[in-house]
Nanobody
Framework: QVQLVESGGGSVQAGGSLRLSCAGV?????????VGWFRQAPGKKREGVAA????????YYADSVKARFTIALDNAKGILYLQMNSMKPEDTAMYYC?????????????????????????WGQGTQVTVSS
């Protein structure tokens, strides 16, 4: 299984921007219908943030990040990006790159958010993002 490797995390003040990158997605773009980003804040469960269809480029966002975050997939380089603008302290979390898995066994993403968030099954190690007020 090819490893997903995130980078670009760090500390930023509220209102600032960061861009996360994830290498290794090229190993999943032919077998996974979506790749995306999740995050997990201390004491909270992991939640979906942004996803993109590998076949059509359709994008999906959590309501909390719409109009602030943008997901992009560079197929030539095999890198997934997450551009985060107008950041808020509540964006502080560990951010994970992920890819959807086969129909069985079930994915380990966010079942409460429904499709496609529940189907994610492959995960990177994460990169920390901290937003200060």
């Amino acid at each position: 299984q090819v490893q997903l490797v995130e980078s670009g995390g760090g500390s930023v003040q509220a209102g600032g921007s960061l861009r996360l990158s994830c290498a290794g997605v090229s190993a999943y773009t032919s077998s996974s219908y979506c790749v995306g980003w999740f995050r997990q804040a201390p004491g909270k469960k992991r939640e979906g943030v942004a996803a993109i269809s590998t076949a059509h480029g359709d994008t999906y966002y959590a309501d909390s990040v719409k109009a602030r975050f943008t997901i992009a997939l560079d197929n030539a380089k095999g890198i997934l990006y997450l551009q985060m603008n107008s950041m808020k302290p509540e964006d502080t979390a560990m951010y994970y790159c992920a890819a959807t898995g086969p129909p069985s066994p079930p994915g380990t993403g966010d079942a409460n958010m429904g499709w496609p968030w529940a189907d994610f099954a492959y995960w990177g190690q994460g990169t920390q993002v901290t937003v200060s007020s």
